[in-house]
Nanobody, 123 residues
């Protein structure tokens, strides 16, 4: 089993920044791909970014490129999502998820989920 715990959400003004954290515990992290998803009010959950724990290769949704950065700290077993230039439309519950597969953008392919952290961006 792998446990994921998100933190770092909150209220921020448009144009501001936040850093989300996802603490990973449990089984070996080798082979894991960590993804961030988000679900805005009345919308479907969508992929935001992903990173391979072994090599640090990153992937981003088009709408966050240049604004969000995903990273990992192997020593702390933590994955981060640095969010900058936030917009009101970034308001959502952000979820950390993990898969041992390659479909990092597919929420149906995730093996483990955190409970989410709420990000609210005011205009």
């Amino acid at each position: 089993q792998v446990q994921l715990v998100e933190s770092g959400g909150g209220l921020v003004q448009a144009g501001g920044s936040l850093r989300l954290s996802c603490a990973v515990s449990g089984r070996t992290f080798n082979g894991l791909v960590m993804s961030w998803f988000r679900r805005a009010p009345e919308k479907e959950r969508e992929f935001v970014a992903a990173i391979t724990m072994s090599s640090g290769i990153t992937y981003y949704a088009e709408f966050v490129k240049g604004r969000f950065t995903i990273s990992r700290d192997g020593a702390k077993n933590t994955v981060y999502l640095q969010m900058s230039s936030l917009k009101p439309e970034d308001t959502a519950v952000y979820y950390c998820a993990a898969t041992y597969g390659s479909r990092y953008q597919d929420d149906n392919a995730m093996h483990y989920w955190g409970k989410g952290t709420l990000v609210t961006v005011s205009s």
